[in-house]
Each structure stands twice: as C-alpha cells, then as structure tokens.
C-alpha cells in the first residue's frame, strides 16, 4: 500500500472512530499523525508539529475567549432581550429574530455550536409557549448560526480563508459571508413556508386586529420558566452534557392563546426576558466588539490578536466578570481543528492531496467532480464536525482548482455552503442541541424530522449550489 493510501485510510478511521465512540476526533488525528509519520514516513516529532496551524490556534481562543467574556458578562443575553421585546406581539417574527442573533454571534465569532447552545434554549421555550413548530424555530436558528459562520471575524470564515490563503488559491471572503448568508437567508424562507410559517402570519394579524390601532393591553404572566435545560452537545469524539440557557416555557395564559404578545410582567423579578439595567460592562464590550469588527475589516487586522487583545482589555476592566472564561474557552473545537489540520499538513507534505486531487481531474467532467467533492463534504459533515471537513476537504479540492477547469472562488463558495447547511442534521452538533430543547412530546418527531430534512439536503444542496456558484464561472 502506497503512503498516500496510507494517509487515507488513516484519516477514515479517525472519522470513523470519532463517530461510533466516545473518543475525540482532534485527539485522534494528533495521534494518527505520530503514529504515521514516525512509523510510515520517517519523520520526527518536530517535523510533525511543523503542521501545527498557529495562526488558526490563535484565532480560535482569541475569539472565543472574547466571547465567553460577553457571555459571562450578560451582554449577550441583553441582546437577545433587546431583540425578542423589539418584536412586540408579532410572533410570525420571533423565529426571525432568533435567526438573526445566532447570525450575529457567529459573524462576530462565536463557535456555531456554542452559538445554537445559547439560543435553542430560548428559541424552543417560545416555540412551546406561543404554539411555533419546532422544526421552524430549530432549522432558523441553525441556519441563522450557518448564514453568520463565514464572515471573515467567524470560525468557519477563518478556517476557509486560511485554507485558501496558504494554497494560494484566489479568494472572495466577502463574497464567501455574502453567498453563505444569502443562500441560509432563501433557505430559510423555504423553512419558514414549509412549517408553519404563513399560520404565525395569520396568527399576528388576527392579534393586531383584535388589539385595535392602540395595540391593546399586553396579558401579564411570568413567561418563559427559569428552569434549566440540559442539553445533549453531541460534539466530535462523545456526548457532553451541558446546562444551560432558558427552559421550555410554561403554557400561555389564560386568553392570550397562541397570539400573545411576547411582554412579560415586569414585576417577574425571575423573569428572563425582564430587561435588565445596561452596566460598564455592556457598553465596554460592545465597545470591544465593535473595535474587533471595525479593526478586522476596515484596516485588516488580525482578527485572533485583535479579539485576544479586547478579551485582555475587558479582563482589566472587570477581572471579576471575565474569571470564568478562560475555562469556557471552545477547547474541544480548538483541540479538534488544530489536530486535524496538523493531519492534513502530514498528507500534503507526502504528497497526497496532491495525488487525490489528481484523480479527481481524471473524471474528464470538471462539473460533476467538483459535485462529488461537494457531496462528499455534505454527507461526512452530517455526521462529523463541520470545522473539520472545511480544514479537510479544501486542501483535497486544490490540485483539483489549480486545474483551472471550474473557478477556485464559486468552488470553495459551494463546498462551504454544501458542508455547512447539513449542520441541521441530528447527528450533527446543532441538531443535536435543537433536538434535546425541544419539547419532552414533540422530541421523537423534531429527530425525524431534522433526520429527513438533514439528508435531503445532503443530496440537494451540493447540487444546488453548484449550479448557482460553480457553473457560471465554468461556463
């Protein structure tokens, strides 16, 4: 067997382990790594950790970090109120802005699963409480945590670029955040037709009617119940169990049926939605969010230093607040991307993305191999993480694009979004999570559902977005 072979069957396994067992999939390829190149190729351990990605480490824990700090510190949970109490008593809105928050935080650099964690709690609760299919509120908030995912601030936006950058592959990475945002945002609104979404619209405009011009008297009530929710994070490697965020609500009052408005009682001091006073540390860390977006994409700056930098910034200004946040850092997304892209540098330097990328040119159809390579990215991602396909697939895809035979910037555009979107699969991180919030009646039909609905678009969006973003540039 030819070490490119070698290299492969490796990479499979470590898949394939982390998938069936209780064993992380960074860990795996760390190790896949030693064991291959010490026994098979002849290195040692320096040439080994030569592909540690550096540049990704930093950006993974400056980010991160920075946000776990504006979680720890109620920004984030203020935002969300802002948001719910802006829609007043149009619920036919409310899986729209739930869409729109998890977009936010993960354009601004939030992990999607961590993202999804946050949010599907609150999401689902109102879902229970004003009547809203769960399938609709978990699908938008997934999609809203995918159409955020590719900024040039976000995890998967670095990743991708970072790929692209050290392939010295032409790249768009405002064109990458626009298409993937765009193409979640029509999805969504296929979603929002499919499940329920035009009965919410009818649902509000028969609140509005009865309310009158004055909008009425909002019904009083404590809202969504404080009780936690534990949530099954079925990340690489094993299942954790994590607690958190706003439970499944209790049942609307009396008479405000599934057209309430979404006002609580103000007097509910354990009221989660109640808004809070904004502190020193809201505006410092809005302040902070803003100086890493302005610094990232006006001047170009490095976007892990810079988050790194604020993160220490608020550190000194509120120690107290930011304490716990080293400890909430993504480590086990940390340890997984850079073990896998430590694997992938391994095969690059024996030559086999090279090699893989060499027979994909063979199938003398630039159009059809470059939907195989986004089937292939669609499918494992359904079942493994999707920050590990992308530091994967689009190394195995460059000898592929210096080809020249379809464009490098639609190829990489449609490979993102194929490897992406599947994220609503239930075997994937934030599957699982909108799975495990949903209502204890509804969880058996949310599985299946998300199951048919991920699938279909394992099959569905590689082709799609070939059409839209690989075929105008070959043609």
């Not at 320096?46 to 990605?53: L, N, Q, R, S, Y």
């Not at 809203?144 to 392939?167: C, D, K, L, W």
């Not at 993937?180 to 919410?200: D, H, I, P, W």
């Not at 009530?221 to 299942?239: D, H, K, L, Q, Y």
Request: proline share 6%; net charge negative.
């Amino acid at each position: 067997m030819s070490i490119q072979l070698v290299t492969i069957v490796a990479l499979a396994l470590v898949f394939l382990i982390a998938t069936v067992l209780p064993v992380h999939m960074g860990a795996l390829a760390f190790v896949a790594a030693f064991i291959v190149g010490t026994v098979f190729v002849g290195e040692d351990t320096d040439d080994i950790v030569a592909g540690f990605p550096g540049d990704l480490f930093i950006i993974l824990v400056g980010v991160t970090l920075l946000f776990a700090i504006a979680k720890g510190n109620g920004t984030v949970d203020r935002l969300v109120q802002l948001a719910v109490r802006a829609v007043g008593g149009r619920i036919a809105l409310i899986p729209w802005v739930m869409f729109g928050v998890t977009a936010v935080m993960t354009a601004f650099g939030a992990v999607v699963p961590a993202a999804v964690a946050i949010i599907a709690p609150i999401g689902m609760g109102f879902a229970l409480r004003y009547r809203i299919n769960p399938m609709l509120m978990g699908l938008l908030i997934i999609n809203g945590a995918s159409a955020g995912g590719f900024s040039p601030m976000s995890i998967f936006g670095s990743i991708t670029n970072g790929v692209v950058e050290r392939n010295n592959l032409p790249g768009n990475p405002v064109l990458l955040f626009a298409s993937s945002f765009v193409f979640n945002l029509v999805l969504s609104v296929v979603v929002f037709l499919l499940f329920g979404g035009r009965e919410l619209m009818r649902r509000s405009a028969q609140m509005a009617s009865d309310t009158g011009p004055t909008g009425g008297t909002a019904p009083t009530g404590r809202g969504i119940s404080t009780e936690p929710v534990t949530a099954v994070v079925a990340g690489s490697g094993g299942t954790a169990v994590a607690t958190g965020g706003t439970g499944a609500g209790a049942p609307a009052p009396s008479g405000a049926g599934g057209g309430a408005p979404v006002a609580t009682d103000p007097a509910a001091d354990d009221d989660p939605m109640r808004l809070q006073p904004l502190t020193r540390d809201h505006v410092f860390t809005l302040i902070g969010l803003a100086a890493l977006a302005v610094g990232a994409l006006a001047f170009g700056l490095d976007v892990g230093f810079t988050a790194l930098t604020v993160a220490a910034v608020l550190s000194l200004i509120s120690p107290t607040s930011a304490k716990a946040a080293v400890g909430q850092v993504a480590w086990p997304t940390v340890l997984l991307i850079c073990g896998i892209v430590t694997f992938v540098s391994l095969m690059e330097r024996v030559g086999t993305i090279d090699w893989l990328g060499n027979l994909v040119t063979r199938i003398g159809a630039p159009l059809l191999a470059a939907i195989i390579i986004c089937l292939i990215g669609g499918i494992v991602s359904a079942f493994a993480s999707t920050t590990g396909i992308l530091g994967a697939l689009i190394p195995l895809a460059v000898p592929f694009l210096l080809a020249g035979e379809v464009g490098a910037v639609g190829m990489i555009i449609a490979l993102a979004i194929s490897s992406s979107v599947v994220d609503s699969s239930p075997f994937s991180t934030s599957g699982a999570l909108v799975v495990a919030n949903s209502p204890d009646e509804e969880n058996e039909k949310v599985f299946r559902g998300l199951m048919i609905w991920g699938f279909s678009m394992c099959a569905l969006v590689p082709l799609v977005s070939c059409l839209l973003f690989v075929v105008p540039g070959w043609l």
